[in-house]
Nanobody
Framework: VQLQASGGGLVQAGGSLRLSCAAS????????MGWFRQAPRKEREFVAA????????EYSHSVKGRFTISRDNAKKMVYLEMNNLKPEDTAVYYC?????????????????WGQGTLVTVSS
């Protein structure tokens, strides 16, 4: 399984970015997907997850209402739309996949990870 995250960059506070994650090598359409992030000098944390058929989504409290996760099974893509960005959203963002179809928030529940894409939000 390979995951390739892209779309990171530098944005001002209040701005928006859309991250993308391209998947290959697994039955993408039957796997839940997640986004995590790791800020400098901090542990990696859960951001959002989406079930295999987009029927269920989960968000961390810090991003709920500002971020939206979505997927396109035909294209084997998962997206993270980030609005009203804040400096505390600055981090390397990782996409991940798990073998189960349902959402999950713990790192250990995901078995393949992408390389990460850096998001920097300036104040």
């Amino acid at each position: 399984v390979q995951l390739q995250a892209s779309g990171g960059g530098l944005v001002q506070a209040g701005g928006s970015l859309r991250l993308s994650c391209a998947a290959s090598g697994r039955t993408f359409s039957s796997s839940a997907m997640g986004w995590f992030r790791q800020a400098p000098r901090k542990e990696r944390e859960f951001v959002a997850a989406i079930s295999w058929n987009s029927g269920s989504t989960e968000y961390s409290h810090s991003v709920k209402g500002r971020f939206t996760i979505s997927r396109d099974n035909a294209k084997k893509m998962v997206y993270l739309e980030m609005n009203n960005l804040k400096p505390e959203d600055t981090a390397v963002y990782y996409c991940a996949t798990r073998s189960g179809p349902n959402t999950a928030w713990a790192e250990w529940q995901y078995d393949y990870w992408g390389q990460g894409t850096l998001v920097t939000v300036s104040s």
